[in-house]
């Protein structure tokens, strides 16, 4: 079956599993191709999407999770308030530097925009 | 002569080294164009399967009611939310959605509650005089769902606790990389009608029976504030890609005046260096035929 997991920002998400886990405000369920077509709110929580022996983590704040289709087309379309890999431990720090750089970046343009307005307002001033 | 020459020696520097940083920053601009367009076509997954989604949940419903679709009988204030950029040199952008945002507020005539993201709404908000309820700055270059999701909550509240009757939304929509202009939009309440017509839900086939956990009304109003949020953040995206494509033509044009006025400047150099050159030969000349003219004299 084919699964998507969506977030606000983009899609973090795509591709062929055997069942998916998560869990609703009732409980744990766990989904497989050609389940009875299921529309369910998400708690946060640690969603599991397998496919053979592997297996890939998300953790979500929320969200909610729709399942239908055929046999023969079976998607499960999961939109997360957030999504992310529960491999990428590292993501506050990354979001931290990001934040860091956006800053620094500002005051970079803010510098360099009263440098231009000083270079435009000097001939006007009779400087040069 | 050769003072005046100096002054323009350095007038045609001075000019060149701000062309410098004007397409640099052009150059920026246009990498996050892309960027910024790839952000608002990546969000939109998500925002078509929420509207499929709660079109198909408010089918099922019994009755759909949620205080955010409360249409008030008497409209006595208005909230607004206006996005800016946080930095000034983009061309007209900025003071286009400002004067959109301020011309909503003559027009309405009521009361008025400002919410703005943007450091350049909140400067020329605050220094007009008026009140300020909410305001975020440094969310502008690029925007997260977080940040949207903070706007949104506090209009939500405003809304929902009677403060205002209406939220409207301006900001910059990107038709194109050319083309972007200032609209405003309706946020609250939320139109009951878009989740509840007809013809928005294609449906292909006979429609399945789904099995709601929980129940699709609970499901429904779960869905809300986050199609909310959604708004707020699909035009926020929409108004920072349309900040860099303004920034970037605005510095291409500052580029290319520059560079009208260099080739000027430098016309008006060579003309005065040759006017130099053409005094100090008639002056050699002269001295020349002077002496000559003596020694004929002389002789």
Known sequence: MNVSIVSPEKKVWEGEADMIVARSPEGEFAILRGHIPFLAALVSGVVKVKSGSSEDRFVITGGVLEASGTMNDYHVILLADDALDAGDLTRDEALRRMKEKERQERAEHERVEAELRAAMAGPQLGRD | ?299
């Not at chain 2, 164009?33 to 608002?40: D, S």
């Not at chain 2, 939304?169 to 990107?174: H, I, K, S």
């Open chain 2, 1 to 299: 002569m050769a003072q005046q020459l100096r002054a323009i020696k350095r007038r045609i520097g001075s000019v060149k080294s701000t062309q410098k940083i004007t397409r640099a920053m052009e150059l920026i601009a246009s990498s996050r164009i892309i960027k910024a367009q790839q952000r608002v076509s990546a969000a939109r997954p998500y925002a078509e399967e929420m509207r499929r989604l709660m079109g198909m949940v408010a089918k099922k419903s019994v009755s759909i009611d949620h205080p955010l679709f409360n249409q008030r009988s008497e409209i006595r204030r208005i909230g607004t939310v206006v996005i800016t950029a946080d930095r000034g040199l983009a061309g007209a952008y900025n003071s286009n959605v400002i004067r959109r945002a301020e011309r909503d507020l003559q027009a309405h005539g009521k009361e008025s509650m400002l919410f703005l993201a943007g450091k350049k709404a909140v400067n020329y908000f605050k220094f007009r005089g008026y009140e300020i309820e909410h305001s975020w700055t440094g969310m502008s270059d690029r925007p997260h769902i977080d940040d949207a999701r903070e706007v949104a909550r506090a209009a939500a509240e405003a809304f929902t606790s009677g403060e205002v009757d209406e939220v409207r939304l301006v900001y910059t929509r990107f038709d194109s990389a050319l083309t972007q202009r200032p609209v405003t939009i309706q946020l609250l309440p939320l139109p009951k009608e878009e989740f509840t017509s007809e013809d928005e839900v294609i449906t292909k086939g006979p429609k399945p029976s789904y099995v709601f956990e929980p129940e699709p009304e609970e499901i429904f109003d779960g869905l809300l504030p986050r199609y909310l949020e959604n708004t707020v953040l699909q035009g926020m995206l929409e108004a920072s890609a349309s900040e860099h494509a303004a920034r970037r033509r605005a510095m291409k044009a500052a580029t290319d005046n520059a560079e009208e006025l260099i080739d000027n400047l430098t016309r008006v150099y060579n003309q005065a260096r040759q006017a130099e050159i053409t005094t100090e030969i008639m002056e050699v000349v002269g001295g020349a035929e002077a002496l000559t003219g003596a020694a004929k004299q002389e002789a």
